[in-house]
């Protein structure tokens, strides 16, 4: 029922203990029934567990993603190793300095301006007026606010809000930074000024706990992931394997009772993973140059690994524009290939003869299905290429169009 701050370099930096959280839902909702339902509440409200038994270490210097499906527990156990929300039963301990992103606008006062924010925000974080003072040009700048920082921080957007409280909290010099979705809310510029300084902060040895629905940031950016459902941990391990079981629909569906480990074990066991090692774009000649020219052989190959085996499995491949529109787009079974039991690595291969791109940027997604069709990896814009188009025309395709004009009747 604490949560703990500890200071020994031995222990992990987050230990969770058998930590259950129970919420108290009341059934009648409508002030009429709540009304007459008057001293009879107790009948009218139901315990809820959001976390039930969790227990975890984690250990410094990791980057650990907390996934599942709706309503599984994951921001509430953020929440509760964050120390923001107490646990029904079981312990939190915790070390060193923290920082945390939760939902969107949470330690921020409405009415305040921004600038007054960040000194409540860094101040609720453990840095004193002189230390914020001297990091707020470098938040202020990071955040990309400018003149906006002394407006009341209910007039903000969304985008304006996260830009601020990420700035904030990665200027607090954390130990331990806790990451709840808010990173899909900015717009794509800021997401990868976010993500760039989470890399950086993996590189320094600082830990990070992520929750996000985006599977292939925890694949890209985790070196373990913990899989929740119905407020039970059902897998923690390797975050492909995670992302896996969670594709597989398997969290959707488990019952998470006094059964679960042999359901688990069951159910684990026809879980198909497989993983997307590598995915390259390449010209006639095998190689992969900066830019390709418009009528270019281009060949787009794909590393698999499948660790158990498959009876069956297909690739499928989208190259969008950069505003994520599809361009093209196959699957080996729509290519009219069929493809036979594997087991081990494997190399895919889609072959684009003169392909007519216009010029531009493309993205690259590929995506590894199963025996049945079901997805159970893909790599979101995994790759890239550029394509220079010397014709006269411009947009995604490059067509053989000519002019001519009749002038007169
Ligand atoms: N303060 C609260 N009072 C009552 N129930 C709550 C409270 N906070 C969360 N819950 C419930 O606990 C469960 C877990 O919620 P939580 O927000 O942790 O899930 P989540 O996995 O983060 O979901 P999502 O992916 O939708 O964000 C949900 O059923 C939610 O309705």
Known sequence: MTTTITTSSEVPIVRVNDVSKRFIIRKDNSVKERLLNFGHANRFKEDFFALKHIDLQIDAGTTIGLIGPNGSGKSTLLKAIGGIIQPTTGSVQRRGQMAALLELGAGFHPDLTGRENVYLNASVMGLSRVQTESHFEEILEFSGIGEFIDTQVKFYSSGMYVRL?????????????????????????????????IRA????????????????????????????????????????????????????????????????????????LGRIKGVRVMNGQGLSPKSFDTGDDIAIEV??????????????????????????????????????????PAVARFLLPKAPFGSGE???????????????ARAADAATF????????????????????????
């Open 201 to 272: 902060f993996q590189d320094e040895g600082r830990t990070i706990v992520l929750v996000s629905h985006t599977l292939s940031q925890i694949t890209s950016m985790c070196s373990r992931a913990i899989v929740l459902a119905r407020g039970s941990v059902v897998f923690d391990g390797d975050p492909y394997d995670a992302v896996s079981i969670l594709r597989s629909g398997f969290a959707t569906t488990i019952e998470a009772d006094a059964h679960k480990d042999d359901r688990l074990r069951a159910a684990l066991a026809n879980v198909e």
């Open 303 to 344: 590393d698999v690994e499948v660790p158990k085996r498959l009876e069956a499995w297909s690739v499928g491949l989208h190259i969008n524009n950069p505003l994520g529109q599809l361009v093209t787009g196959a699957t080996s079974t729509s290519l009219d290939v069929g493809l036979g039991a594997l087991q081990g």
């Open 362 to 376: 493309y993205g690259v997604t590929v995506a590894l299905m199963g025996s049945h069709g079901q997805e159970i």
């Open 386 to 409: 550029s394509v220079s188009n010397h014709g006269g025309t411009w947009g995604p395709l490059r067509t053989a169009m000519t002019f001519e004009s009749r002038v007169g009747a």
């Open 165 to 197: 409280a990420f700035a904030v909290a990665v200027h607090v010099d954390p130990d331990l930074l806790l990451v709840d979705e808010v990173l899909a809310v900015g717009d794509e510029a800021f997401q990868k000024k976010c993500l760039d300084k």
